[in-house]
């Protein structure tokens, strides 16, 4: 067995595990069920990559999120460690293929999702494999009490039965004690050590401000910050709104949703990890693998959709230890619009059973058929022929995909699927043959490894800029190829691609999963009362609010939150007018200074220095040598 340090050093370049890494690595290495429970940015991967890399055999990892799967699997293979993941929406053939290479191909590491595990060629390729270990990410998505319940990860328990001497770990970066124990069941875990991390930031500073004018007070915290922000709001709308008016406040920032191409969100997170510019205002979209260790500020713009979520989001601030703040910024309206987006518009059964029978009429899938399929799915088309409400319409899709009845891949960019079917020699001498398309296939060659092999995800904008040819000039080009039997290829139009878990069954599918729907709508009536009386409590310190939430019952008050350090709130525009009128009107008279101006006003000392300032930023007025103010 390799040495996990030395493992840590050859492949990450680190030469020190972080608190609870090796604790959790030395007991799966012993052979037991672990379940590790550590905060956002704790280093949960490490935790069974290594443990996987120090034994002989293959690591299955289970995930819910396709973006985090194709994310570590790139990870592995730049280390030079062999990995790899099923896309969805492939053949038969193809699935064959990539899991013919997963048992023969000295793979260390095999991502699946848990709708995977249904799939009776999966199991019994499973069954043959030299598994070191099962890894289940996370694993919250297990309990119907977790923030992401979802019914498919039960398929994660029958691991069990193919290799049952094989350690499980399961980790999770926000669970409750609740959620702890439903693991353990559900998982069919042996005794397992639960080795928690404490999910408290000496640094990072939980501030919950009743604010009318947001951008005013986002302008005045983040005018000179050299540092990077994230600004999270809900719509995409309103990401692209947001930013233009920070830009226009001379606020460098960019917005980032799940909308935008796969080449724009690499470019904007470059630029403001580079730091040319400073504030990305985002949806939860901007979250998935995000790590920049100089995040000052996490705004929410609009009250998160629960603990869990808000914990995710404002863990990314202060990753480097210095003081940073995770700032909620709420009014009235705030409180009304959140029981209107989660609560008003949640679909009952009745609804829910409509939506899918008009998801299965709309892709034409028969009775009793439909198992796997997958369809690229426009929502907003979809929307608008079966006259939905968008917002209904979205929550019901988000439910049917957390029962496990579809799944639901966002696809922007065009993020196709392609494997060339002929030797790379016949490929040369078709290319050969073909001049017209011949930089494009060769282009591919470059851009893209083992295609000849597995099936890979390409971009068609990736290579349509390094050929410098259009993208309906590349489709084209692979059109033509696949018609020749050159590749077989999986091209993606439109937003999305909608994959049926299950046969189409109409009312029956629902029916077998109404109480767990109920269940579903019970909890976020509860997640939403959490964050309520999370806003509405300025009496218990916010750390310990949240340490309480996730079973950390004897917390320290942090001495930085809104509770702890409350700060005196910036005057409001109307305020900031007033008090600048009447600093005027006394330096009409005669020069003065700050304490002098405060003595005669009615306003704070602090408010009277805030507002000063703004009065010289502005150019109204000067100060002298003796620390008095005078008009310009």
Known sequence: MKNPHQILKDHW??????????????????GRDTIGLLPTGGGKSVCFQIPALAKEGICIVVSPLVALMEDQVTNLKNKGIKALTIPGGISFQNLNILLDNALYGNYKFLYL?????????????????????????????????????RPSYKNCNILRTFHPLVPVIALTATATPEVVSDMVVQLKLENPAIIKGSFARKNLAYKVVYQEDKIYKIEQLLKNNEYSSIVYVR???????ISKQLNSLKIKSHFFHGGISSEDKKSRLNDWLQGK????????????????????????????????SYFQEAG???????????MILYNDYDKILIKKQFLDSRPNTDQIKSLYRSLCNFFQIPYGEGEFSSHSFNYLEFCKHYHLNTLTTYNGLTALERLGIIQLSKQFGRKSILKFEMSSEKLIKYLDQHPS???IGKTILRMYGGIFETPTSIRIESIASKTGQSVNTIIKALEKMEKEGVLELTLFHTDATITFIVPREDKKTINRVSKQLLALNHKKENEV??????????TTCKSVQLLKYFGELNAENCGICSVCAPQEKIPSKAELSIIAEKIVHLLEEKEMTSRFMTEKLTFTESKVVFVLRKLMDSGTIKINTKNEYYLN
């Open 316 to 326: 990314r601030a202060g990753r480097d230890g210095n003081y940073s703040a995770a």
């Open 13 to 30: 370049g680190h030469s020190q595990f972080l608190p609870k890494q090796e604790e959790i690595i030395t007991t799966i290495l012993n």
């Open 235 to 241: 719509s995409r709308k309103k990401t692209v709104e």
């Open 437 to 439: 398309i011949a930089i």
């Open 529 to 538: 009362k959490s964050v309520l009386e999370f806003v509405a409590n300025d």
């Open 113 to 149: 999702s848990p709708e995977r595990l249904n799939q009776e060629l999966v199991q019994n390729y499973i069954k043959q494999m030299d598994v070191n270990l099962f890894a289940i990410d996370e694993a919250h998505c297990i309990s119907q009490w977790g923030n992401d319940f």
């Open 277 to 308: 510019i400073t504030v990305m205002v985002a949806t939860n979209a901007f979250g998935m693998g995000i790590d920049h260790p100089k995040v000052r500020y996490v705004f929410h713009l609009q009250l998160p959709e629960s603990m869990e």
